[in-house]
């Protein structure tokens, strides 16, 4: 299906205006005719009369050109109707005399005519009744309203509902595969004229259509506006159900972030990690490998749009192996990080945040032991830190205490075996969650923390598999006390082949356990991380060498149950339907050819305040992000409501189950997103799905 954007220029010779249908050059003769195709239907404006008394004889009704004369005893003159013996029978009078139906000489008038510019409803609500104009359009709003009976919402339609004339739509959605068959179709570009294919699902009888991956301009809808969609048939499939629609949805657009020197763009820039600092602030810490390189932090303020101002970058250490560093929050505006230090032996230092600025401290010598594999530290209680790395064939802790800006270390206590990639969970002021892969396959353990002397639980195999191949490979989150997430790329073929990847960890004292496990449809060797959306819900990011996709998954933790939803079927298309890929994956990207964002491709999600910001490092390794909200929407059919649509994060929206079965068989559907947020909103209509019957 091709997304086209509408506006109302005309064929203006040899180039295309921007933002009209055409979607290639020698297409351009047929612009008028693609102009006709995208009409969207015009609306009916309606009127709401109310009658909650019986009305008396000679009182009368006025809409539509016609004026109804209520009788007691009924004469046979046009618009005379009979008041019937109740107040309900007098109401269905109404609706018969103005349709024509029911008993003709007994209702009303037998010479009665039926009304020609208005139709009613066929049942009235709570003594109201819903009056539509027949032809819809602006002049129905003009159909005036009256009478001494009763009383209308207005003296003209169009109170209740507005007539809109017959307009351009927002957007068309162009059907692009003309059988029932699942397989490859083409659909024009139309941005750069070229021809790419696409997958046109077809899974029980079910014709789904997802829009073309290429560069969209995304289009503001203000609070309570809507944005028009006229999705054609052009090769005779029936149109007869709505079944699915996702729109991607954003408080703030895709916007380049302006960064002062010392920042250089390079090709290998990578984001790295972000810690928000309060519900306006967020630290975002990257590297660099143009100017002078190194690892970097800088501070961001964010406004009530999510629009970002950045402080001034501040090297951290010239050091730029995105696993030998990592950085945590020990107290409020003060960050710890560690490194491999200049002798290349495990290195922290502290970062004090004023506003935007930083003040980073001087550098401190965890422990005369080199940084090999990976490194990371989480934070434990207030102005302490657990730190660890990879040391030989071990992975060394130290508590760090901080006082000031001056971090003071305690003894180094390992674990053995050859654990690597290590993780580090904070659970409570003085426990954490290590997670680790061990020949075995991935691995966790509870971490205690007394003073600066660090113990160990027992070891607890997660599961089997052996894919894990960096520390970003896998992803941990707390949930709730004593209870993680656990995402990795690696699959658990020793029970029924089944290719478990993700697990909840469940853990009573020193002891962990698995409460149970699930199948994603991440693949291996993903980069990855989990995010908590609100409530149970949660998303998770993943990138291979291929492409970038986003999942969302519900937790109970009492049913010891992870459930990801089924959905767009996009992600690994030749393997949808195999043991463990039936629930496909959902799009994370923003742009099809600006996919491969941050670490190994992958976005950072962070939440500030209610905002949640996805960055990424796009052309020339600028920073790039959007931001979206708690938003709503309605979806609307000929102005009715025919689904609403909640998403916190909006650049991840799963497929909403609508089920919609179309008043009429039709061949064309035309349907309005709403706005229904207190504040403006982008749509990013080349990230919806819709899935037609």
Known sequence: ?????????????????????????????????????FLYNAIASQGTYTLSIQPTNGQTTVVG?????????????????KIGASLAASQQNLIDAINLTGTVGTQYAASMSENPQVSAATSWTTNTLVVTAKTAGTAGNSIATGGTAGSWDAATLGTTRAGVGETETDTGLWSSNWSNQSGYASVADVNDATWTNFDDYNQQGQGGWKNSDFAFTSDLIAAGASRKVVLPDHFGRAIRRLRKI???????????????????????????KAIPLDTSRVAWMYNQHGGTTGMYLVIASVDANGL???????????????????????????LFFVFPGTTSFATGRVATISGTTITMNAVVQIAATAIAGSATCETVGTDKAVVAWGNGTQVTYNVVSIAGTVPSYGANFNITGSPTWTKLIANGTDKLQAFYLKAAGPTTIVVSV???????GGELNIMGGALM???????????????????????????????????????????????????????????MRIFRASGNDYYYIGHNSTAMAGKKF?????ANTITFQSGNPVGEWARRGTDWHTSGRWFSNWHSYHDNYGFGGQNVIVQVGTKHIMMGLGVASQFEYVSTDNISLQILHKESVVATINTTYGFLVEPISVNYTLPE????????????????????????????E
């Open 65 to 81: 050109g016609k004026t109804y004369t209520w009788q007691t005893t009924l004469t046979d003159v046009d618009g005379n109707i």
């Open 308 to 334: 970002q101002t950045f402080g001034t970058p501040v090297l951290i250490d010239d050091n730029t192996d995105v696993e030998l560093v990592d950085m945590c929050m020990v107290s409020t505006d003060k």
């Open 246 to 272: 996702s729109p991607r949805i954003y408080t703030q657009k895709r916007t380049r972030a302006v960064l002062g020197a010392p920042f250089t763009a390079h090709g290998s820039n990578q984001i790295i």
């Open 665 to 692: 068989t039709t061949n064309e559907f035309h349907y309005k997103i709403r706005n229904n947020s207190a504040s403006p909103i982008y749509l990013w209509q080349a990230r919806t799905w819709i899935e037609l």
């Open 554 to 558: 519900t937790v109970d933790t009492t």
């Open 1 to 37: 299906m091709l997304v086209i954007n509408a506006n109302k220029q005309k064929n203006q010779g040899a180039t295309a205006p921007k933002g009209t249908y055409l979607f290639s050059t020698p297409a351009m003769m047929f612009q008028e005719i693609f102009r006709k195709i």
């Open 469 to 527: 191949n960096s520390k970003y490979t896998h992803a941990a989150l707390q949930i709730a006390t004593d209870k993680f997430i656990w995402m990795g790329s690696t699959y658990d073929e020793n029970v029924n082949f089944d290719r478990r990847n993700t697990a909840l960890i469940n853990v009573s004292s020193l002891t962990s356990s698995v409460g149970g496990t699930a199948l994603s449809s991440m693949n291996g060797h993903d980069t």
């Open 450 to 456: 007394s003073g600066t002397s660090v113990s160990f």
